[in-house]
């Protein structure tokens, strides 16, 4: 393509006074050409071909010109389509990091709750003073003391100051009992509509406590 555009400039060069002499002017500026007047057009054979040469060079430039512009172009969108993928990968990744420490946060935090619920209902050992070791007497909290459970209350009291009095009981008060104790659960259980959480569920525990600690003499 270089060789060909050399040669049609060389060309053109050779040409350009052929085209020049046949030129002339007549009167006012009115340009004339090989004698006759009017508007422009070649006057040899010679400058026919030398604008044709001219007009394919002008025209292989032009193509040259668009050609390096689409191929700027397509560069440029290949850089910007690099850039973009590349930013949403590490906007994709800090997501990532951030999601993934916020999770390891949370999950830690729900295991510090967790733990706090354990221990807040673990099951402890009944103290001396909700059961006298020694009289047997239990100090009921006050959901349970209601008239509502006294057919579980009352024997259970009177059990546990035989045990008190004894320091042990026979096998048929000892079953007696446990099954006063889960007929007395299944009763506060029920009153759970009446009742809120909070005042319900120690009671229940409460009650659990009293059944361990008639499972700790047959243990």
Request: aromatic share 10%.
């Amino acid at each position: 393509m270089q060789n060909f555009s050399r040669y049609l400039f060389v060309v053109a060069l050779v040409t350009a006074p052929a085209v020049a002499s046949a030129q002339y002017y007549y009167g006012g500026g009115q340009p004339y050409y090989n004698g006759y007047g009017g508007g422009y057009h070649a006057s040899t054979a010679g400058e026919s071909y030398a604008r044709g040469m001219a007009d394919a060079v002008r025209a292989q430039g032009e193509k040259n010109l668009a050609d390096s512009q689409a191929a700027m172009n397509i560069e440029d969108a290949r850089s910007a389509n690099i850039d973009n993928r590349t930013k949403a990968t590490n906007a994709y990744w800090e997501r990532k990091k951030i999601y993934e420490e916020n999770t390891a946060e949370q999950r830690y935090k729900d295991a510090q709750e967790r733990a706090k619920v354990r221990d807040r209902n673990m099951l402890k050992s009944i103290s001396a003073n909700e059961l006298d070791p020694t009289t047997g007497q239990v100090s009921w909290p006050a959901l349970l003391k209601q008239e509502t459970f006294d057919e579980f209350r009352k024997p259970l009291d009177d059990t546990f100051a035989k045990k008190g009095a004894d320091g042990v009981l026979s096998s048929d008060d000892y079953l007696e009992a446990k099954s006063l104790i889960k007929q007395f659960r299944t009763a506060v259980t029920a009153q759970r509509g009446e009742f809120a959480d909070d005042i319900i569920s120690p009671s229940l525990r409460f009650l659990l406590k009293l059944d361990r600690e008639l499972d700790a003499d047959f243990s």
